[in-house]
């Protein structure tokens, strides 16, 4: 009967396909709050209300800015999509204990504002933008977010000095005592939530194991950190500190597993991820070898952060085009 | 389960761009099963599935493109038209000629003198998730598909037939691959994985590796070649599975020209407000704005989604993630096409050979941001399309300066 | 044709050059650690933009077309020398400050481009106006820029002068990331966008 005729029946029309995996972009990022929570836990535990503070403040301002930003741009306020939340538990865990609550809203504010919304909102991110928040911070107030300093006022078991410190002042030889197993476990100084290193690695290994992230780049990454770093051991060990030591302290984990597999601050091609996370790794141990900057992870990042699209150039070969060109 | 004839059959001729397609038939014209029937230059258009009287011709426009659609009150009595008749000895006819004759009565035959295949594949695998038709022509019409497999081996001089099936059709394929104490094809057992089932996928997903341009036919497909040359009849039937909103599949043989609403009545499957009626299977069918479509020869499947189980994709931003590079059969970049094609670079999308996208829509269905990747590279496609069509050089004059853009060959 | 009032307002929001015409940022990016600096790179921008404007504004119809770039360098570079003997001489502080940025306005896109643009075309009285609107516009946003950086970087205002005001008293920990270079980047970023958003 001709379409004038029909009845129509209000059928949803829409293109293929017609299911859909079942995960989404909030879903992916509510997966990555979880696999960071037994770090919380730890870090409170420790740190006990000074952790709970960093955390609490650093989240709230993380979701405050975005909201006021996208109320300010005029854009659909998506902070339930759990990008924010994310990114103030994430700047909290790098930041000491002991940071005033006024330099991570300055930190959370830069970092969503300029690392996030200016560059397009989700997605559009070049930089992962708690380390473009990091990064202005460590230039403007370099004592309040040093490791070393933060831990002072606390009685731990262990060492107060940072481990990467000691290392930059003391040469190898005074961390050749540390017991890594001990470091491995948490027992060092550092961010709130990122000393924690077993749980940040547990935690990893979870997202890896849900699909969130790809395996590529925090394996690549370490890949990188142990390579590079075996390179000046095998040099000269009496000058440099061995690998297993370059990947159990400062926040390698972390950085591995957390910053660097930011999804749109990272390649998507298989092949260009194991380059940006080996890259990623090499630049962390030579920044902290090299430059009179102990901790590297961060910088090496952001470095590799630039040359992520044009890594992402690389693209395997299409098998029907082989196949006629043949 | 056989659905019976309906009162009124509906019968679409796809209309070419330049407005061609118009049959010449005029109302109150009573026609016959199988006969004929041509444009007013005598160009085959199709075959009539049903006998009656034409009511109304009219357009047709479906979501993907316009056509022009016979209604025929059809009459319960079934005649066949007297021209439909079988050819005698057709197995010893010269290759060549048995090739056009086939090409010219409407069936699609990639056969070409210059470029023997290399190899033929029987495709029992089916096409999209949930559909299962091949499989149970392969288990139902085994002798006619034997004839048909010792046929295409004749005509397209190839040495190599392979039967790709899944493990539990293993048997059956057994059967067809034997002619008595002859064996005339090799199994090949697969993983019923999608989209190994697509035929552009399937030569790789083969044991046999290095087939460059194999013959890809599916079991129903052959079935009705074969019908056609014993019996002249042209296919008038068309398996399907009717899905309905629990996934329950029911298969069907089905008169072409059978409104939809037809068969879900037979089904008993309702239909209300806010469902999607799906033309075709879930990772590939088309959606359809209303019920009276009929079913033509390239639906497989029509399945009815609840209203609660619709998957909304939108245009959220993308995020990078990846996914749909991991899943892309043919190592493609949806995520870039999809961007390219979202802000009208095309020819950036060329570049990262749109062209070899298959449309098997998992880059869609693992999407992180659910954006509605395949609706972008279609539309990129077509837009393409239609520049190559005004002759548009602007592929010419975009390679200059783009040393490394690359082309796919022709 | 412009009344030759808006010949001198144009400067100051609709077209006012960095923000504008997106011209001059190298010195808008280097000396506004303070508003002092700013004031005084702009300082020296007028004095140069309006007489060179009107140098080449009297010179139009002699100077030969082909080598009007070269003619038009030479008048700026003399402008640009005086400026620079004056301030090594009487404020040898703010010289210090802007250190190569006083040479560097020889080749500023300003002065080239309103010279280029404009004074080779149009009468003296009509250029003297446009150079001190342009140049008077491009010491209102270095001023600005200088200011918003000196206050978020340094909690100062006019640091480098007699007249230092502490904002925010001795507790305050100052955002010193702003008086940095990437930190110029970001702030002129952001006042672009500002400036794009509140339109014409």
Redesign the interface.
């Known amino acids: 009967m001709p379409s004038s005729e029909i009845k129509y029946r209000n059928l949803v029309i829409s293109s293929a396909p017609h299911i859909h995996e079942g995960r989404s972009y909030s879903g992916a990022m509510y997966t990555f709050i979880i696999a960071l929570l037994p770090a919380v836990i730890f870090a409170i535990s420790r740190y006990g209300m000074d952790a709970a503070r960093v955390i609490a403040v650093s989240i709230a301002s993380a979701m405050a800015s975005e909201y006021i930003i996208q109320k300010l741009f005029r854009k659909p306020v998506a902070i339930n999509d759990g990008n924010a939340l994310l990114m103030g538990l994430l700047m909290a865990f790098i930041l000491p204990p002991s940071v005033p609550w006024w330099l991570i809203v300055v930190g959370c504010f830069f970092s969503i504002l300029v690392g996030k919304q200016i560059f397009g909102g989700r997605g559009g991110n070049t930089f992962h933008p708690v380390l473009l928040g990091w990064v202005t911070l460590r230039f403007s107030w370099a004592d309040y977010i040093n490791y070393s300093y933060g831990a002072i006022n606390y009685t731990l078991n262990f060492s107060v000095e940072y481990p990467l410190h000691v290392l930059k002042k003391s040469g190898a030889a005074a961390v050749s005592g540390l017991n890594y197993l001990d470091l491995f476990l948490g027992n060092q100084v550092g961010g709130t939530g990122a000393s924690a290193v077993l749980l940040i690695l547990i935690g990893g290994l979870f997202l890896i194991a849900r699909g969130v992230i790809s395996w590529r780049i925090p394996f690549s990454y370490l890949a990188g950190v142990a390579a590079t770093a075996s390179v000046f051991w095998l040099a000269d060990s009496a000058k440099y500190a061995d690998p297993l030591f370059h990947i159990v302290v400062g926040n390698v984990m972390i950085g591995a597993f957390f910053f660097a597999t930011d999804y749109s601050s990272s390649p998507a091609n298989k092949t260009a991820m194991l380059i940006f996370g080996f890259g990623c790794g090499l630049f962390t141990v030579l920044f902290r070898i090299l430059s009179n900057n102990p901790n590297g992870v961060f910088f090496a990042i952001l470095f590799m952060n630039i040359l992520f699209p044009l890594l992402d150039k690389i693209r395997p070969a299409v098998p029907g085009k082989v196949m006629k060109e043949a | 389960m056989d659905v019976s004839l309906p009162k009124q059959s509906v019968l679409l001729i796809k209309k070419s761009a330049n407005g061609e397609g118009m049959p010449a038939l005029s109302s109150g014209e009573s026609i016959k099963t199988g006969g004929k029937i041509s444009d007013a230059e005598g160009k085959l258009l199709a075959y009539s599935p049903v006998t009656g009287t034409v009511a109304e011709i009219y357009n047709l426009p479906r979501v993907d493109g316009d056509f022009t659609a016979v209604d025929v009150n059809t009459s319960e009595n079934d005649v066949w038209d007297e021209n439909c008749r079988g050819i005698d000895n057709y197995f010893d006819r010269e290759p060549g000629a048995l090739v056009s004759l086939l090409c010219d009565s409407g069936f699609a035959l990639d056969i070409r003198k210059d470029e023997r295949p290399d190899a033929v594949i029987l495709n029992c695998l089916e096409s999209d998730l949930l559909v299962s038709i091949n499989r149970n022509v392969l288990a139902e019409y085994g002798d006619t598909i034997r004839r048909g497999l010792r046929l295409l081996k004749r005509i397209s001089g190839s040495d190599i037939v392979i039967i790709a099936v899944p493990g539990d059709l293993r048997d059956f394929a057994e059967k067809v691959a034997v002619d008595g104490s002859e064996r005339i094809a090799v199994v090949d057992l697969l993983k019923p994985l999608y989209p190994f089932g697509m035929k552009e996928i399937i030569p790789r997903a083969l044991s046999r590796k290095g087939i460059r341009r194999p013959l890809v036919i599916t079991p129903e497909y052959l079935n009705s070649i074969i019908v056609f040359l014993e019996h002249g009849s042209p296919p008038v039937h068309k398996f399907i599975t009717l899905i309905d909103r629990n996934n329950v599949r029911i298969n069907m043989k089905v008169r072409i020209g059978t409104p939809i609403s037809h068969i879900l009545r037979e089904g008993n499957i309702k239909i209300s407000e806010l469902d999607k009626l799906v033309l075709g299977g879930t990772m590939r069918g088309k959606s359809s704005f209303h019920a009276e479509f009929p079913v033509t020869a390239d639906i497989d499947a029509i399945m009815v989604q609840d209203r609660d189980a619709v998957v909304t994709l939108g245009n959220e931003a993308c995020v990078n993630c990846g996914k749909c590079i991991g899943v892309c059969p043919n190592k493609l970049q949806p995520h870039l096409l999809a961007r390219y094609s979202e802000f009208s670079l095309f020819e950036r999308c060329r570049d990262y050979d749109i062209d070899y996208c298959i449309e098997c829509g998992l880059c869609a269905y693992v999407c992180t941001s659910r954006r509605a990747l395949v609706h972008y590279i279609v539309f990129a496609k077509k837009e393409l399309a239609k520049m190559a069509k005004e002759g548009d050089h602007a592929i010419e004059s975009d390679n200059i300066g783009e040393g490394l853009a690359c082309h796919p060959v022709k | 044709m412009a009344s030759i009032a808006q010949e001198f307002t144009k400067g100051f929001w609709k077209e006012i050059p960095p923000f504008r015409l997106v011209l001059g940022i190298c010195a808008a990016l280097a000396v506004t650690k303070s508003l002092v600096d700013g004031f005084g790179m702009g300082i020296a921008l007028i004095f140069v933009l309006v007489c060179s404007n009107i140098i080449i504004s009297m010179l139009r119809k002699v100077i030969p077309k082909k080598v009007r770039l070269a003619c038009y360098i030479v008048i700026i570079a003399t402008f640009v020398v005086i400026v620079e003997l004056i301030t090594q001489a009487y404020v040898y502080s703010l010289y210090e400050a802007l250190g190569i940025f006083i040479p560097l306005i020889v080749v500023n896109c300003i002065i080239l481009g309103r010279a280029e643009a404009f004074a080779s075309k149009k009468s003296v009285l009509r250029s003297a106006l446009d150079g001190l609107g342009i140049g008077a516009g491009y010491t209102l946003a270095l001023v600005f820029l200088g200011a918003l950086r000196e206050i978020l970087g340094r909690g100062t205002l006019f640091a480098g002068s007699q007249y230092v005001i502490n904002l925010f008293g001795p507790s305050f920990?100052?955002?010193?990331?702003?008086v940095?270079a990437?930190?110029a980047f970001?702030c002129l970023?952001?006042l672009l966008?500002i400036m794009n958003v509140l339109g014409d």
Do not use: S, T
């Open positions: 920990k100052p955002y010193a990331f702003m940095e990437p930190g970001v970023g952001l966008g």
